[in-house]
């Protein structure tokens, strides 16, 4: 079975722009968690998709904000990006019960300059 | 707020040693804890444990869990330079219909030859 898969995997971007992230998850897994990572905070939690529908929100600006498609697929949007946005955004798929770990994809470096 | 604190923050070992690492939590709602393993990018699922006094056991590496006490360790003997990794604990619990876990800051563990 195919792991999470994220693209692109690095991503150099300037202060003021926008950027797309993508995301497919294991087949069968309806939910798909994005996080970012940095190395003063850790793993810090964006918002999970369910089913198409956002079901849980991180303490994230307005700036950053997500989907979901009907095939599962979810992307990640940060708008006027600032230089502190640079990290590691990891999305996790899993079939979204409590029963079920999160799996990682390999991430997308993200660097704002 | 649900808080996850992890020690030590780093570790030096040999090879053939054994390790503990620790992870104490504070949560609203406990339903899992899991383990994961960061080498490079993708943290990858170890354990998940949801009962106090199980021991779940995968080879070299084994983890406990206290829900009276509030704590889990994870342990590897006869550790390897492959075992050399950033270790993350992480906890969920119910919150909005899904299982969001807080990760603790992790565990950094270099294993020399």
């Known amino acids: 079975k195919a792991g999470v898969t994220q693209t692109p995997r690095y991503l150099i971007k300037t202060r003021g722009q926008q950027v797309t992230l993508s995301c497919s998850p294991i087949?069968?897994?309806?939910?798909v968690s994005w996080y970012q990572q940095t190395p003063g905070q850790g793993l810090q939690f964006l918002f999970e998709y369910f089913s198409e529908t956002q079901r849980n929100k991180g303490n994230f600006p307005g700036r950053f904000s997500g989907r979901q498609f009907s095939n599962s697929r979810s992307e990640m949007n940060v708008s006027t990006l600032e230089l502190g946005d640079s990290a590691l955004y990891l999305c996790?798929?899993?079939?979204?019960?409590?029963?079920?770990?999160?799996?990682f994809g390999n991430g997308t470096r993200l660097t704002v300059t | 707020e649900d808080k996850v604190v992890q020690s030590p923050l780093s570790l030096v070992v040999h090879e053939g040693d054994t390790v503990t690492l620790n992870c104490s939590y504070e949560v609203t709602n406990f339903r899992s804890l899991l383990w994961y393993k960061q080498e490079k990018k993708a943290p990858t699922f170890l354990f998940m444990l949801t009962s106090s006094g199980i021991e779940k056991k995968s080879g070299r590496l084994s983890s406990i869990l206290d829900k009276k006490e509030l704590f889990s360790i994870l342990n590897i003997t006869a550790t390897q330079t492959g075992d050399s990794a950033v270790y993350l604990c992480?906890?969920?619990?119910?919150?909005?219909?899904?299982?969001?876990?807080?990760f603790g800051r992790g565990t950094s563990l270099i294993v020399h030859p």
């Open positions: 992480a906890v969920a619990g119910p919150s909005g219909g899904s299982y969001i876990p807080t």
């Open positions: 087949s069968g897994h309806r939910s």
């Open positions: 996790a798929s899993s079939l979204g019960d409590s029963h079920s770990p999160l799996h």
